[in-house]
Every structure is written in structure tokens, then in C-alpha cells.
């Protein structure tokens, strides 16, 4: 590599063109794959993590890698990894944990070169341009043409008034992209990081995003998430001391919510109008849980999204006949993957990345540090009833959350 390239692959300006890059794609690896076909959907990849790994290589001075990589997350990729020993479809496994560590490498590295707001601006400057398109192409498809766009699974029910897809390609993960950007909308409104007008439309585009998907299971992760934000801005005005109490007597509230949820599970489902929606997931629950019984500790064997002719991905069907994209459930998910052992694993991975950014959100005083704590909460309640932590852009996410936590707060780091 001559200087003047390494110059440029190191440069700052290169490194955020990138991350932009790098999250786009994988919030909307479906619709790279709808367009280009797995080939090209494995090109773009490959293509990011070289141009990934050149950018690290040209700048290793102004990388920080004591304290960032967190032991859980590790430990969780090292045994996907490994379950290639005892996989009962070896050659989809060997795939899945090269799909998996490509993902899990670009995450890595937008936490090793981005500071928070940087990979903020990043996540908002992709989802609107995401976003934009998704309801260009809903306009075109359902307003001017009046024909569904099969090959991006866009339906052209925007007349309607929905439910859409956008480049997402079902309502519920266009749905989950409105809930990122809302998110990641809000952080740069309270840090001032665009202007006044570009706040207002993106806030709209993303709440028009939730409207018009019609995703049941967006308004209670929706409603997890702004009872999460709720506390963590009850908790930052706290002094120290007091503080904890009010940690306390959250984790306690939290316990109780959850009990009366569970006790009451069906009425919320009634409030939501998601009746069909659980119908449909836990039939798929069901098959999962008979194929899960034969290996329950160590699992079938790693796979990531769902390849619909291998066994026994091929004969799961969900109440309505269909083949469902995963289990539909992350949690039940790896389970069925990587047995007992994976489901623990990703549980104390998930939880500990969470702990983390909690504690830096409540001490931090930026507004900024929020971000990672409810991407968090997000993706772990997302995950109840979709798949997505486990691949692509939720993977992505789970990853440099935990990372960005963990380099703020790492009991390593403390060690020095």
C-alpha cells in the first residue's frame, strides 16, 4: 500500500464515508439480496470488510483495542464457532460463521474508529436515506403504478394505508427501522447535531414509517423502549447517591412489570390487535420446540438466517403454511443453533452489554450515551419476537452497542 493511499484509507473522512456504507447495507442486506442475488449480497460484504480491515491497518495509532472487546461477545462468537465440531449440516454452518464474523468485524471496527455521536450521525444519515427511498419506491409502487413490487417484497398497499415494507421487505422489520430511527432522530435533535429543518423531517419520516407499516409488535417494543428512555432521564438527574436507590427500586419495578405482563399477556395482545401475529409465531414456536428437545444443550449446529432447503429449517411451517425467514424468536432461536449453552451465553452477552450502557448513560452527562442503552433495549425486546440480533444489521448493531459500552466502561480498563 503506497503512502498516499494509506493516507486516504486512514483518513477521517474515509473512515465515516465507510461506516455510512457499512450500516446502510446491513440494515438492508433483503434488499441487496433481492437485487444482486446472494453473489453479489456476499460481494458487497466481502468488499466492506477488506476496505475495513485496510482502514484499521492505515491508522493503528489512533486505535484503542485494551478494553473494548468485550469477553462475553467473544465467547459468544467463538462458540458458533465452534459448533462446525457437532453441526448437523456442516458446510451451512462453515457459511453462516463467515456471514456472521464478516458482520460481527464490521461492527468492530465503526466501534473502534467512531466516537458515539460519530456512529449516531452515521445510523441517521443511513436510515434517511433508507427510509426515503423505501417511501419513494411505496409511492411509486402503490400510488403511481399500482403494482406490488414482488421482488423487494413490497406489497403497494400505501392506498390503503398500509401495512408497507419499504426496503425492509416486511412490515415488522421496516417497522423495527422506524423504531431505530426515532431513536437515533431524537439524539441528534437533543445534541444539536443537524439542523432544525432535517430534525423535523426525519422525526416525520420516521414516525410515518410506524404508522403506515402497521406492525403490532412495533408498538410494544415502541412502548419497552420510551418507558426505558423515561427512566434513564429520571435516573441522570439524579445526584450520585440518590441515584442508586433509584436503580434499585427500577430493577424491582422492572421484575413487577414483567410479571404483570406475562399475567396479563393476552390483553395486551388484544390492545395491539397482534391476535394473528402471536397465532402465527407460536406455531412456529411450537415446531422449533420439538426440534430443539433432540439436541437441547449443544444445538444443531450454527446457521444464522434460516436456509430454507436444509433440514430442519425446511419443514417448519407457521400456522398459515408459510416458511418462516427464522424461529422468530432470537432467544428460541439460538437455542435451537447452539443449544442451552448459546441461549446462556447470549443472555449474560445481551445483559452485560445492557449493565454497561446503562451505567454510562446515567453518568455520562451528554445525551449521546443513551443511545447505545436503548439500542439495547431495542433489540433485546425486538428479539422476543423476531430473529434479527442474531444476523445482518441487528447483529451489526448488537455488536458495536456492546462494544461502544464497553469501552467506557470495561473492568479491564481498570486494571491499568
Do not use: C, H
Not at 158 to 166: F, H, Q, V, Y
Not at 192 to 200: K, T
Not at 395 to 410: E, G, I, K, M, Y
Amino acid at each position: 500500500m503506497t503512502p498516499a493511499i494509506r493516507a486516504f484509507v486512514g483518513s477521517a473522512r474515509f473512515s465515516q464515508a465507510l461506516t455510512e456504507a457499512i450500516v446502510g447495507f446491513a440494515l438492508i442486506t433483503g434488499a441487496v439480496r433481492a437485487i444482486m442475488g446472494w453473489p453479489g449480497a456476499l460481494g458487497v460484504l466481502a468488499g466492506l470488510v477488506v476496505l475495513a480491515v485496510a482502514s484499521l491497518w492505515a491508522q493503528p495509532d489512533r486505535i484503542e483495542w485494551r478494553g473494548v472487546l468485550p469477553i462475553s461477545i467473544l465467547a459468544l462468537f467463538g462458540l458458533l464457532t465452534v459448533s462446525v465440531v457437532w453441526s448437523q449440516y456442516t458446510w451451512v454452518t462453515v457459511g453462516g460463521i463467515a456471514y456472521a464474523l464478516g458482520f460481527g468485524l464490521l461492527g468492530l471496527y465503526i466501534a473502534l474508529v467512531r466516537d458515539l455521536i460519530q456512529l449516531v450521525r452515521a445510523v441517521g444519515n443511513a436510515l434517511r436515506v433508507i427510509l426515503t427511498t423505501s417511501f419513494v419506491l411505496e409511492i411509486l409502487s402503490g400510488l403511481l403504478i399500482d403494482t406490488p413490487l414482488t421482488f423487494l417484497g413490497i406489497s403497494g398497499s400505501l392506498a390503503e394505508g398500509g401495512p408497507i415494507e419499504g426496503l425492509a421487505g416486511t412490515r415488522n422489520a421496516f417497522a423495527f427501522l422506524g423504531a431505530l430511527a426515532i431513536l437515533s432522530f431524537w439524539i441528534e435533535v437533543r445534541t444539536r447535531s443537524v439542523s432544525r429543518a432535517v430534525s423535523v423531517y426525519s422525526l416525520a419520516l420516521a414516525a410515518a414509517t410506524i404508522i403506515f407499516a402497521r406492525s403490532p409488535v412495533s408498538l410494544l417494543v415502541l412502548a419497552a423502549v420510551l418507558v426505558a428512555g423515561l427512566a434513564l432521564v429520571l435516573v441522570r438527574r439524579q445526584k450520585t447517591v440518590a441515584r442508586r436507590a433509584t436503580q434499585s427500586v427500577l430493577l424491582v419495578s422492572l421484575a413487577v412489570f414483567g410479571m404483570l405482563a406475562w399475567l396479563f399477556r393476552t390483553a395486551l395482545v388484544d390492545a395491539v390487535d397482534a391476535a394473528t401475529d402471536v397465532e402465527v409465531r407460536t406455531s412456529v414456536w411450537a415446531r422449533v420446540t420439538g426440534f430443539i428437545d433432540q439436541y437441547p444443550v449443544q444445538g444443531w449446529g450454527w446457521a444464522g438466517k434460516w436456509p430454507s432447503d436444509v433440514f430442519p429449517f425446511a419443514v417448519v411451517a407457521d400456522s398459515t403454511g408459510r416458511q418462516p425467514p427464522s424461529a422468530l424468536n432470537a432467544y428460541m432461536d439460538v437455542w435451537l443453533q447452539l443449544g442451552l449453552a448459546g441461549l446462556l451465553m447470549l443472555i449474560v452477552a445481551l445483559s452485560l452489554a445492557f449493565v454497561r450502557a446503562w451505567l454510562v448513560a446515567s453518568e455520562r452527562r451528554s445525551t449521546v450515551y443513551v443511545w447505545p442503552a436503548l439500542t439495547l433495549v431495542l433489540l433485546a425486546t425486538t428479539s422476543m419476537t423476531e430473529s434479527y440480533l442474531l444476523y445482518e444489521g441487528g447483529l451489526l448493531l448488537f455488536v458495536t452497542s456492546a462494544f461502544a459500552a464497553a469501552r467506557n466502561r470495561s473492568w479491564r480498563g481498570r486494571l491499568d
